[in-house]
Every structure is written in structure tokens, then in C-alpha cells.
């Protein structure tokens, strides 16, 4: 990180904080049965865990595939309903980051989706093949 005038560390704009940093044991699971006992005690069904035994770190990311009128609007319904859920993992002593991503029906990629894959670290002509993916996708299954 680069240093202010004060000495104090500063991120820079291309600085981008990777949420699997820090531990290489991440576990990745897109079934439900096979997620963390507390979220099998909740009604959520996340789409994506990625979990990490070693740091007690989860990121859980849940997609919405709304109307492009109603992006923020599903993202802060969904937003609400994930808060218990993050709550009692944060109680278990779980480092918690829930990502929601919204992907239109008509084939419109949200930032949310830029935003994930940022953290992710994928970056670059890979986010950007990711994007166009999705998007063709989406549009495609709205057919």
C-alpha cells in the first residue's frame, strides 16, 4: 500500500481488497445440503457458499434474476432477508461477506455482478468474457 504525507497507508484506486485472501482451504459448494449447519437451520438457500474451515470465513452470494425495473429493489429485499443469517454467523465467530448479485431477465448484467467479481479477483479480459457470458445467458433463457 502506498503512504500518505502523515505515514499512514493509503489504497490507491487500482488497490482492490481480494475476499479470498489470507488462507488457500476455501471450499466452494453450490448445494444446499452441503452448507454450514447454521444456515441448514434457516429456510435460505444461498446460491454459492465459499467457505473457509481454517479463517472461519464464509461468503455466501445469492443471485436474483429480476426485471431490469426491479433490480434495487430485489437487491434490498433480498438484502433484508439475509440479515438474521448474518447475524448468527457472526455470532458462530464467522467473518461473514453476503454478496448479492442481480442479473436482469432480459439479459442486463447488474454491478452487483461487476462489484463479485472484482472481490473475486477476476479481473481484467476475464470479468469482462464473465460479463458478456452472463449477459448472453440471461438473455438467452429469457427466450
Same mark, same amino acid.
Not at 15 to 30: N, T
Not at 80 to 96: F, P, R, S, V
Not at 126 to 142: C, G, V, Y
Given at each position: 500500500?502506498?503512504?500518505?504525507?502523515?505515514?499512514?497507508?493509503?489504497? $490507491?484506486?487500482?488497490?482492490?481488497?481480494?475476499? #479470498?485472501?489470507?488462507?488457500?482451504?476455501?471450499?466452494?459448494?453450490?448445494?444446499?445440503?452441503? *452448507?454450514?449447519?447454521?444456515?441448514?437451520? $434457516?429456510?435460505?438457500?444461498?446460491? !454459492?457458499?465459499?467457505?473457509?474451515?481454517?479463517?472461519?470465513?464464509?461468503? !455466501?452470494?445469492?443471485? $436474483?434474476?429480476?426485471?431490469?425495473?426491479?433490480?434495487?429493489?430485489? *437487491? !434490498?429485499?433480498?438484502?433484508?432477508?439475509?440479515?438474521?443469517?448474518?447475524?448468527?454467523?457472526?455470532?458462530?465467530?464467522?467473518?461473514?461477506?453476503?454478496?448479492? %448479485?442481480? %442479473?436482469?431477465a432480459r439479459?442486463?448484467?447488474?454491478?452487483?455482478?461487476?462489484?463479485?467479481?472484482?472481490? #473475486?479477483?477476476?479481473?481484467?479480459?476475464?470479468? $469482462?468474457?464473465?460479463?458478456?457470458? #452472463?449477459?448472453?445467458?440471461?438473455?438467452n433463457s429469457?427466450?
Amino acid at each position: 500500500m502506498a503512504k500518505s504525507w502523515h505515514g499512514r497507508p493509503v489504497r $490507491t484506486t487500482n488497490q482492490i481488497e481480494c475476499l #479470498l485472501d489470507g488462507c488457500d482451504d476455501w471450499d466452494v459448494s453450490a448445494e444446499w445440503d452441503s *452448507h454450514n449447519n447454521i444456515i441448514k437451520e $434457516t429456510r435460505l438457500r444461498p446460491n !454459492i457458499v465459499i467457505h473457509s474451515a481454517s479463517t472461519q470465513q464464509m461468503i !455466501i452470494v445469492e443471485l $436474483t434474476v429480476p426485471y431490469e425495473n426491479r433490480m434495487e429493489e430485489a *437487491h !434490498i429485499c433480498k438484502k433484508e432477508k439475509y440479515m438474521n443469517l448474518t447475524k448468527k454467523l457472526e455470532n458462530a465467530c464467522y467473518k461473514t461477506v453476503v454478496m448479492f %448479485v442481480e %442479473v436482469g431477465a432480459r439479459g442486463f448484467v447488474g454491478l452487483s455482478v461487476y462489484d463479485l467479481l472484482t472481490k #473475486l479477483s477476476i479481473c481484467g479480459n476475464k470479468r $469482462t468474457k464473465a460479463l458478456k457470458l #452472463l449477459e448472453e445467458i440471461a438473455e438467452n433463457s429469457s427466450r
